[in-house]
């Protein structure tokens, strides 16, 4: 069964820094395509950033771009989201997702900038 859990979401004040951690079970995580996607109420959800299965290949959305890091420690089943400089806009849940037909997801976490 796969599990991916999210953790590290809070509240920050805008220009601060927040990690989140995707801890991932049930399936080979090597092999998978990970991402970060977020979403705000009414709003369709947004990938954030994505990773290939070595780490090697990346891509953010222009939104983060210089401020966001994705990461992940294949020997650890752990993906990561290194969050700087934050912004008001940054507000969001943030799901671990794994890159499938259908995509998994977590169960989120939420991230509040605001001062």
């Known amino acids: 069964q796969v599990q991916l859990v999210e953790s590290g979401g809070g509240l920050v004040q805008p220009g601060g820094s927040l990690r989140l951690t995707c801890a991932a079970s049930g399936f080979t995580f090597s092999r998978y395509i990970m991402s970060w996607y977020r979403q705000t109420p009414g709003k369709e959800r947004e990938r954030v950033a994505l990773i290939g299965t070595t780490g090697d290949s990346i891509n953010y959305a222009d939104s983060v771009k210089g401020r966001f890091t994705i990461s992940r420690d294949n020997a650890n089943n752990m993906l990561y989201l290194q969050m700087n400089n934050l912004k008001p806009e940054d507000t969001a849940v943030y799901y671990c997702?794994?890159?499938?037909?259908?995509?998994?997801w977590g169960q989120g976490t939420q991230v509040t900038v605001s001062s």
């Open positions: 997702t794994r890159i499938g037909i259908p995509n998994s």
